[in-house]
């Protein structure tokens, strides 16, 4: 293993999943190409803020996965095909303190996103689950909430697929949002 920056590990704590298809890694300073060729594609982001990340936002978004990690124990993974070795995806929890009603303080964010070649093959479903295993083993009974635009239809159902019921309609950064948690934990 190497060193990615003065003595700090490039994959860090962060425990690798394995499912059929898919390893859930670490992310490392060498996924910046692939986060940003993700994070730039309009198709991507469509329902995820509706504009492509700049370089920066990117960069940020990548060194956020790792500092969650540092900070609250859980985070988010790089999704790698198996078959390819390609890095397509990045899935997992957070906690953004994200100025929302109803507030999802305290509770866990679920959170997901695929590479435009890797939609419409059950990784979103695959990945999800696994890190749903997971969190069940690691994170004990903690409230888990997702929020989706309305019109990601795609990503609705996988967040039903993983048992994820409508909880609340609200407004995010002035569009149209869908809270959605796991049934006996919405209140």
């Known amino acids: 293993m190497s060193a990615a920056v003065a003595g700090f590990p490039s994959v860090g704590p962060v425990p690798a999943i394995e499912t059929a298809r898919l390893l859930l890694r670490g992310h490392r300073a060498d ?3 692939t ?3 993700i994070w730039t594609d309009p198709e991507v982001v469509r ?30 993974w790089a999704v790698v095909e198996k078959a390819s070795g ?3 995806g990045d899935v997992g929890y957070a906690d953004f303190k994200r100025e929302i009603v109803p507030s999802l303080e305290g509770m866990l964010e679920f959170g997901w996103v695929l590479a435009t ?3 419409g093959h059950g990784y979103a479903s ?10 069940q083993a690691h994170l004990g009974d903690r409230r888990e909430v997702c929020i989706i635009a309305p ?14 019921r409508r ?21």
């Open 167 to 187: 909880w609340q309609e609200t407004s995010y950064h002035g569009s149209p949002t869908i809270v959605f948690a796991r049934p006996g934990d919405a209140s």
């Open 126 to 135: 695959e990945a999800v689950a696994a890190v749903s295993a997971w969190g």
């Open 47 to 76: 329902y995820i803020g509706g504009r492509p990340s700049t370089v920066e936002e990117v960069w940020k978004r990548l060194l956020q996965y790792r500092g969650l990690w540092c900070l609250l124990g859980y985070g988010y």
């Open 151 to 164: 019109q990601n239809l795609a990503s609705i159902r996988v967040a039903e697929k993983a048992g994820f």
């Open 31 to 33: 996924d910046y190409a």
């Open 117 to 119: 070649h890797a939609h």
């Open 35 to 37: 986060c940003q060729a």
């Open 86 to 88: 390609r890095h397509i």
